[in-house]
Structures are given as structure tokens and as C-alpha cells.
């Protein structure tokens, strides 16, 4: 498969996985994550992705060119470089244990836990804040490097 179908279709993920993680409440300490099958009659009815998702699609490829076996620096890894802190986060703010460090080679699953963070950290879906609360350790290459794929995502889409 092609680096770009697969960028297409984690973003198609992303915007259901999106859907799912919206009833997500941060008040609630043992939150329960509720996931639907998609029902998808007609794939023409998909919409145009929203920024946040196209936002998701230039970190994707920012982080790891959409490779789910990418391996970074120190202990990041997958298409979003998780690390396992990440991972013991999500696991905490949604009150049991869902997700393992192995999750983070699996695409949709670290889309998930990149969501679940952002929507208990960053709910109104800032896309500054949300490369902060992603990489806060980063300099301004990487922010402007997202920045950068984000617009060119975005007027490709157009």
C-alpha cells in the first residue's frame, strides 16, 4: 500500500475514531470510551476532513511518514512516535488499563490514545497547543515542519 492511501485511510480512521472519543467526559474518573461499528452506506458520502483531522495527518507524516514500525529517539514509536508515558496517561485518564505499549506499532490505536489525550488536555482542539501537549520538548522546526504539511495537506484538498 501506498504511503498516501495510507495516510487517507488513518485519516478516515481518525475522524471515527474522533466521533467515539467525543462522549469522552474528563469529570468522569472511571470513563468508559464507547466505540461504534462505522455504518457507511456510500463511501461518497464521507466529507472533506476537518482541520484537526488534516492537522493529524501532517503530524502522522511529520512524526513517522505514516511507517506504524517507525522508531525515534529514546522510546518513541508507531506513526505518532507514543511513548509509554503516553500510554499510562490514557490509561489512567480513562480510569483501566485498554492499552499496552505494543499498542503503539498499531495505527488506529495510537490515533485513539493521541485523541484521548487531546480531548481530556486540549478539548477546544487547538492545533499550537495540541503539538505542545504532543511534543513539548521540541523545537520550533518541528512545530513549523507540521505547520508546513498541515497547509499543504490542506490546499491539496482543496
Not at 466505540?35 to 476537518?50: F, M, R, V
Not at 512524526?63 to 512516535?81: F, I, K, P, T
Amino acid at each position: 500500500m501506498k504511503p498516501k492511501h495510507t495516510l487517507i485511510i488513518l485519516m478516515i480512521l481518525a475522524i471515527i475514531l474522533t466521533l467515539a472519543v467525543s462522549n469522552y467526559s474528563k469529570d468522569e474518573k472511571t470513563a468508559v470510551i464507547e466505540q461504534k461499528e462505522p455504518q457507511i452506506e456510500n463511501l461518497d458520502t464521507i466529507q472533506i476532513p476537518t482541520d484537526w483531522n488534516l492537522f493529524i495527518e501532517a503530524l502522522i507524516f511529520v512524526e513517522s511518514r505514516g511507517n506504524e514500525n517507525a522508531v525515534g529517539n529514546g522510546d518513541c514509536v508507531g506513526v505518532l512516535q507514543i511513548t509509554p508515558i503516553y500510554v499510562r496517561e490514557c490509561n489512567r485518564l480513562i480510569g483501566y488499563e485498554k492499552y499496552d505499549i505494543m499498542d503503539r506499532f498499531d495505527s488506529l490505536k495510537s490515533i485513539e490514545l493521541f485523541t484521548i489525550i487531546q480531548s481530556h488536555y486540549n478539548p477546544e482542539k487547538d492545533i499550537e497547543k495540541a503539538i505542545y501537549l504532543h511534543n513539548k520538548n521540541a523545537p520550533k522546526e518541528y512545530k513549523n515542519k507540521i505547520i508546513n504539511k498541515f497547509n499543504e495537506i490542506k490546499k491539496n484538498k482543496e
